[in-house]
Structure formats: C-alpha cells, structure tokens
C-alpha cells in the first residue's frame, strides 16, 4: 500500500542566480567565472537571463500562485563580495533580503544555496578553487550570509553539484587549469580536496553560528547501472557509482574519502595534498539531511584492455577510463529532445541507495526535462514535462514507501533560465520567459501547462 507524502513536505522548484538573475554587472556585482567565460557559441551572454533581478516580485507571486512551500534559489557570491573577500556590497546584501523577505511574505521557505557554478572571477584569477586560500574565502562568504539570511533561512546547501565540476568542470564553464598544469585529473582532484574541506568547515560554522537551522550538501547522484550481467560490468559500475557518487557522500557523511575513488585517485596520479588539520576538519561537518539533483542514471561496461582514457564530455555516461569503467547508452531507456536519458524507476533505485547507505533524510534539490517549449497564444503546452515530472513523482512516493525519508521535491527549473552550456532554447520552467537566445524583448511571464498541473500536484500533497 502506497505511503502519502509527508504533511510538510516542501513542494516548490529551483534555480540558480547566475542563471535566472541577469543585472549580472548591475547594483556593484563583480564578475563570476561565469561573466567572464567565453560563452558557447549559440548561447546568449549571461547579462539579461530571465532578469529574475527585476521580475523577482513578479515571479515569488506565481510561485506563490502555484502552492510552493519552498523556492531553492543560489547566492551569487560576487554579488556579495564583488572581489570574493574583503568589501561588502550593501546593494547585494539588500537584494537577497527583498527576495527572502517576499518568499517569507507567502510563507515560502527559502532554501539556500550557497554556491552553484559562479566562484568570483577574481578568486579564479588567483588559482580558483586550486587555491587554498579560497577556502578562507567560502567561510568568509558563509559568515556573511549567515550573519544577515540566518534569523530567516532555515535550510542551507552548501555547493551544487561539487561531482560534475569535478568530472565536467571545463564544461559548465568552472575549471581554469593554471598555465603550467601537467595533470588536469590531478588538479581537478586537489580543487574537490578544497571544496569539500570548505563545505566541512561551512557546515560546522552554521551549526554554531545556527543551531535551529539545517545544512547538506547537492551533488547530482544518479545511480549506476552494468551495461550487462557480466561480473566485469559489476565492478565498473562499482568503480564509476564511487567516484561519480560515493566519493562526495561518503566526505559529506563519514568524513572520510571512499576507498574505491581513492584507488581510482591513485592510479591516475590524483590524490589531493592534506594540509595539517584537513582529516579532522573533514569529519567535523555533519550534513542535516542530503540535498541531491537527479536527472538520469547512468550505465558503464568495464573497457577493453588495450582502451585509452577518453575525455568525459557526455554529462550522462562518463568517458572511458582505462582500467576502471567506460560509458555505455542504456538502450532500455527513451531520451529527452537534447538526448539526456529519462528513467524514473532509476530515481527510486538512487533514492533507496541513497537511503540504506547514509540514513538521513533527503530533499529532491533538481529533476526535470529540458525541451524547447512553444508560446502559441498566451499558451505553452508541455505535456512532455507533465509527463516526466509526473513519473519521477510516482516513483519518489513508491521510494518513500520502501522506507525512504523525503523531505521535499525541487524540480529544475521554478522558471525558464539560461542552460550550463546550451542556451536559452532549452527550457525546464513552469513559468515561460518571454525572450529568444538573442533577443531579450522585456522577458514577460506566462503560465505553462505544467504550471496549471503543479498546482493541483501540490495542492493535493502529490496525490493528483
Ligand atoms: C544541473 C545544474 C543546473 C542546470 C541543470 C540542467 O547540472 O545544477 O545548473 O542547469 O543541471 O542542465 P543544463 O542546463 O545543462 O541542461
């Protein structure tokens, strides 16, 4: 018999600032890696986005509008501290009031993100997350919004999707290798080394400095699967579930790093430097609960003998890496227009590996499906996401039956924004954004179906 959700638990949908807010210059905001990177080539430049910054009254009310209990949305740190430390901007610390306040105003719990892909360009210029001053720098960043969000932001997330920008950093447009880098795996490794010593100490600050409030981590964790039943398969899922998944958890949780990404840090020349001290600050940051995203698994088959690492550029399916696993397209599974698998059953299976290996509970902080969504009279019909969204849905309630403890479902994206790496085309939101790739018109709001449908889901706890 099907459990319910949870009474409290928090509907709602996320975003991130450097992808929905635009004024990405505006009000004393200095640049992040993101303004400075050259954009893909068919993307728009991230200055206007969804223009969030202007709009965000407008768009807390249609959220309202739709029942939410919670809007994630992302703290730009530049906008903060323009330079990454140092000076303050009063007009940044201002913004981020207005828009907690207005979530507040509806009784919309503002769930926090500390970093989602836009470290200030110049900490990047001195090394970027390579560097460990930048760590000091985090908790400075942490302290000054604990300082002015704390009396009011309950939940907090410390860094999205540390895994991808470790996997696919130069992808989203995060990893500047220094000129002289030999070894970019090596560099990569020694950057997550930082970042997960900075989310400990981020994690004990806010339970000193906020000890009613709750903080977790958000890497994107998708189970996976062996391309077949042959026991080498086995043990490249293993390999790959370790260093795509457990590697961050297992820090995040025990404090500890996974053995199996250990050994894969090993082959390649890989292992992060410790400075005095890291070990016991690593295992002095416990989460709360685990905040992860969830889009598609992901399926390997142990590589050929004579094969050689090849660049991980498919966010999906890893690469090949020689010795330890190598991507696979699951033919079982139907794919989005921009290819990316859909497999709701493998959301359960995640959410039930999740729960037996960490017990804690979890909130859902993106899931969703990219589409390039049509505005015919007023009107966008998406059942293409209805559907989607509708079976993760199904599947996280069955999860929650086997046993499972869910604390709230954020699909991505609350509104249209800008993509990592493909532009504005792609669309995930409830709320369209009237505007092209290159043309920004005056961005104008508008209902999607699945707007319309998101409401009756909330307002019926997940029953409709
Ligand atoms: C996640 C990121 C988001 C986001 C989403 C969709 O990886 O946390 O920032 O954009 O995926 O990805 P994309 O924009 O590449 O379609």
Same mark, same amino acid.
């Given at each position: 018999?099907?459990?319910?959700?949870?009474?409290?638990?928090?509907?709602?949908?996320?975003?991130?600032?450097?992808?929905?807010?635009?004024?990405?210059?505006?009000?004393?905001?200095?640049?992040?890696?993101?303004?400075?990177?050259?954009?893909?080539?068919?993307?728009?430049?991230?200055?206007?986005?969804?223009?969030?910054?202007?709009?965000?009254?407008?768009?807390?009310?249609?959220?309202?509008?739709?029942?939410?209990?919670?809007?994630?949305?992302?703290?730009?740190?530049?906008?903060?501290?323009?330079?990454?430390?140092?000076?303050?901007?009063?007009?940044?610390? !201002?913004?981020?009031?207005?828009?907690?306040?207005?979530?507040?105003?509806?009784?919309?719990?503002?769930?926090?993100?500390?970093?989602?892909?836009?470290?200030?360009?110049?900490?990047?210029?001195?090394?970027?997350?390579?560097?460990? +001053?930048?760590?000091?720098?985090?908790?400075?960043?942490?302290?000054?919004?604990?300082?002015?969000?704390?009396?009011?932001?309950?939940?907090?997330?410390?860094?999205?999707?540390?895994?991808?920008?470790?996997?696919?950093?130069?992808?989203?447009?995060?990893?500047?290798?220094?000129?002289?880098?030999?070894?970019?795996?090596?560099?990569?490794?020694?950057?997550?080394?930082?970042?997960?010593?900075?989310?400990?100490?981020?994690?004990?600050?806010?339970?000193?400095?906020?000890?009613?409030?709750?903080?977790?981590?958000?890497?994107?964790?998708?189970?996976?699967?062996?391309?077949?039943?042959?026991? !080498?398969?086995?043990?490249?899922?293993?390999?790959?579930?370790?260093?795509?998944?457990?590697?961050?958890?297992?820090?995040?949780?025990?404090?500890?790093?996974?053995?199996?990404?250990?050994?894969?840090?090993?082959?390649?020349?890989?292992?992060?430097?410790?400075?005095?001290?890291?070990?016991?600050?690593?295992?002095?940051?416990?989460?709360?609960?685990?905040?992860?995203?969830?889009?598609?698994?992901?399926?390997?088959?142990?590589?050929?003998?004579?094969?050689?690492?090849?660049?991980?550029?498919?966010?999906?399916?890893?690469?090949?890496?020689?010795?330890?696993?190598?991507?696979?397209?699951?033919?079982?599974?139907?794919?989005?227009?921009?290819?990316?698998?859909?497999?709701?059953?493998?959301?359960?299976?995640?959410?039930?590996?999740?729960?037996?290996?960490?017990?804690?509970?979890?909130?859902?902080?993106?899931?969703?499906?990219?589409?390039?969504? +049509?505005?015919?009279?007023?009107?966008?019909?998406?059942?293409?996401?209805?559907?989607?969204?509708?079976?993760?849905?199904?599947?996280?309630?069955?999860?929650?039956?086997?046993?499972? !403890?869910?604390?709230?479902?954020?699909?991505?994206?609350?509104?249209?924004?800008?993509?990592?790496?493909?532009?504005?085309?792609?669309?995930?939101?409830?709320?369209?954004?009237?505007?092209?790739?290159?043309?920004?018109?005056?961005?104008?709001?508008?209902?999607?179906?699945?707007?319309?449908?998101?409401?009756?889901?909330?307002?019926?706890?997940?029953?409709?």
């Amino acid at each position: 018999k099907l459990k319910p959700f949870p009474k409290d638990f928090l509907w709602g949908a996320s975003t991130s600032a450097y992808q929905v807010e635009g004024a990405n210059l505006t009000d004393g905001k200095g640049p992040s890696c993101q303004d400075v990177k050259k954009v893909p080539e068919g993307t728009s430049e991230l200055d206007v986005c969804a223009d969030q910054y202007h709009h965000y009254k407008e768009d807390i009310a249609l959220m309202a509008e739709m029942g939410f209990k919670t809007y994630r949305f992302s703290i730009s740190w530049s906008r903060l501290l323009p330079k990454g430390t140092g000076e303050v901007n009063p007009l940044g610390i !201002e913004y981020y009031n207005n828009l907690i306040n207005e979530c507040l105003k509806y009784n919309i719990e503002p769930l926090v993100t500390m970093y989602h892909f836009d470290i200030p360009a110049a900490l990047d210029e001195i090394g970027g997350w390579g560097n460990r +001053k930048v760590i000091d720098c985090f908790v400075e960043f942490a302290k000054l919004m604990f300082e002015n969000y704390g009396d009011r932001v309950k939940y907090w997330l410390t860094i999205n999707e540390q895994n991808m920008l470790t996997l696919v950093g130069p992808l989203i447009g995060t990893f500047n290798a220094p000129k002289d880098c030999t070894n970019v795996t090596k560099e990569l490794y020694q950057q997550n080394h930082h970042m997960l010593v900075a989310q400990a100490k981020a994690m004990a600050l806010c339970h000193e400095m906020l000890p009613n409030a709750k903080i977790g981590p958000a890497p994107n964790i998708s189970l996976v699967y062996p391309a077949s039943c042959k026991p !080498e398969d086995m043990l490249a899922a293993q390999n790959f579930n370790a260093v795509r998944n457990w590697l961050y958890l297992d820090m995040a949780v025990y404090g500890v790093y996974n053995n199996l990404a250990w050994a894969y840090m090993e082959e390649h020349d890989a292992v992060p430097v410790f400075a005095p001290g890291d070990e016991e600050i690593l295992k002095s940051g416990h989460p709360d609960f685990i905040g992860f995203n969830y889009y598609n698994t992901s399926t390997v088959e142990f590589p050929g003998a004579d094969e050689k690492d090849g660049t991980q550029n498919d966010q999906q399916n890893g690469g090949v890496e020689a010795g330890f696993f190598k991507g696979f397209a699951n033919p079982n599974l139907p794919r989005t227009e921009f290819g990316w698998e859909i497999d709701p059953q493998g959301f359960r299976a995640t959410i039930r590996e999740m729960y037996s290996r960490y017990r804690l509970p979890m909130i859902i902080t993106e899931n969703g499906l990219g589409a390039y969504d +049509k505005l015919e009279d007023g009107k966008i019909h998406d059942p293409y996401r209805i559907e989607y969204l509708r079976k993760h849905i199904e599947q996280m309630q069955l999860a929650i039956t086997d046993g499972a !403890e869910m604390m709230g479902y954020c699909p991505w994206s609350a509104i249209d924004l800008i993509s990592t790496h493909e532009g504005m085309v792609k669309r995930y939101g409830f709320i369209y954004v009237d505007r092209e790739e290159f043309d920004v018109k005056n961005c104008d709001r508008y209902r999607k179906d699945s707007f319309f449908w998101y409401k009756k889901v909330i307002e019926s706890n997940g029953e409709d």
